[in-house]
């Protein structure tokens, strides 16, 4: 049929295959997120239109807690298949319009277009209870695995990509420095990382020039 003549025109063809190169490209192989290249494109692609249009966005960091350990005691294997669990946990509970991305590593990320450093934290917090609530098997063996997060918004952390990628690493390593398990947010005003505790108090810890360290309990 004409119908059938269409679709397999080398046109047609060389479109698809462009179209697959094109994804290739741009996603990771081993978890199917976003790559490095592809996220510096967007992120920078969101920092030119909030400051067009004087939107805001926030970006959630992600790093897999003793993943060094947990390829030493399971193996690579074990450690590949908790990458593609955790990325595709993300993918789920991400909302559509969010960029997941593997950027590094054990180091994940999404981006958040017009959203809020608090509403930010709300959706990374649902993602680090389900990671943390998630069984994984390899070979007859169970484990668990566990994130730490740091999240930065435009503009109060940053008003140029290196400076917001900064902010959310500062607020990533004070979550790991904290215990781990655990989203930061970053307060550039206060100099205060933030973690929110839903079950009960807000946490402020404090860091100060000396880098000592306070947490405070907020009623």
């Known amino acids: 049929s004409d119908v059938e003549k269409n679709i397999n025109t080398p046109a047609i063809i060389e479109l698809k295959m462009l179209e697959e190169t094109k994804k290739q490209s741009h996603s990771d192989g081993l978890t ?47 450690g590949d298949l908790t990458l593609k669990v955790v990325a595709d946990i993300l993918q789920t509970m991400k909302r559509t319009e969010d960029t997941a991305c593997r950027y590094g ?11 809020e450093k608090m509403n930010a934290l709300v959706i990374a917090e649902r993602i680090r209870k389900k990671v943390e609530e998630t069984g994984l098997e390899f070979e007859g063996k169970t484990f668990n695995v566990t994130l730490s997060g740091g999240i930065a918004s435009y503009p109060a952390d940053g008003k140029e990509v290196q400076e917001l990628i900064h902010a959310a690493d500062v607020a990533l390593y004070q979550a790991k420095e904290s215990g781990r398990n655990r989203i930061f947010i970053h307060d550039f005003e206060k100099r205060h990382y933030l973690r929110i ?22 009623p």
């Open 32 to 78: 199917g997120l976003f790559n490095r290249r592809y996220f510096d494109d967007v992120l920078q692609g969101e920092m030119n239109r909030v400051q067009r249009y004087e939107g805001c966005f926030s970006v959630f960091f992600i790093d897999l807690d003793n993943f060094k350990k947990l390829n030493d005691t399971y193996g690579h294997q074990a």
């Open 105 to 115: 590593g054990e180091e994940l990320v999404l981006i958040l277009p017009e959203t």
């Open 197 to 218: 505790d839903f079950a009960g108090e807000v946490q402020v810890k404090s860091v100060t020039q000396s880098s000592k360290s306070e947490e405070i309990d907020v």
